[in-house]
Nanobody
Framework: QVQLVESGGGSVQAGGSLRLSCAAS????????MGWFRQAPGKEREFVAS????????VYVDSVKGRFTISRENAKNTVYLQMNSLKPEDTAVYYC????????????WGQGTQVTVSS
């Protein structure tokens, strides 16, 4: 198994930036894809972005394309989510996830970090 710990959340005004980090421990980090999800109050958890084990395969939900960037440093067992031009609708708890069984079936989750964007 793997333990995932997110950090970097906080409160920011619209148009601002935040960088989320997710540190992984346990199973070899470079062997599985990673993703970021978010859950706003009263809504279901939604996919935000994913990155393959090599970093070559990246996918974003349409609503964050051009504003968010996912990246990973396998040497540091860490995945990042750089969030620019933040909007109030980006307010949510952000979770990182690992696809330990291969592909993009995410089956291991962090505890989440709150991101609040005020207008």
């Amino acid at each position: 198994q793997v333990q995932l710990v997110e950090s970097g959340g906080g409160s920011v005004q619209a148009g601002g930036s935040l960088r989320l980090s997710c540190a992984a421990s346990g199973r070899t980090f470079r062997t599985y894809a990673m993703g970021w999800f978010r859950q706003a109050p009263g809504k279901e958890r939604e996919f935000v972005a994913s990155i393959s084990w090599s970093g070559a395969g990246i996918v974003y939900v349409d609503s964050v394309k051009g504003r968010f960037t996912i990246s990973r440093e396998n040497a540091k067992n860490t995945v990042y989510l750089q969030m620019n031009s933040l909007k109030p609708e980006d307010t949510a708890v952000y979770y990182c996830a690992a696809a330990l069984s291969g592909g993009i079936a995410f089956n291991s989750w962090g505890q989440g970090t709150q991101v609040t964007v005020s207008s």
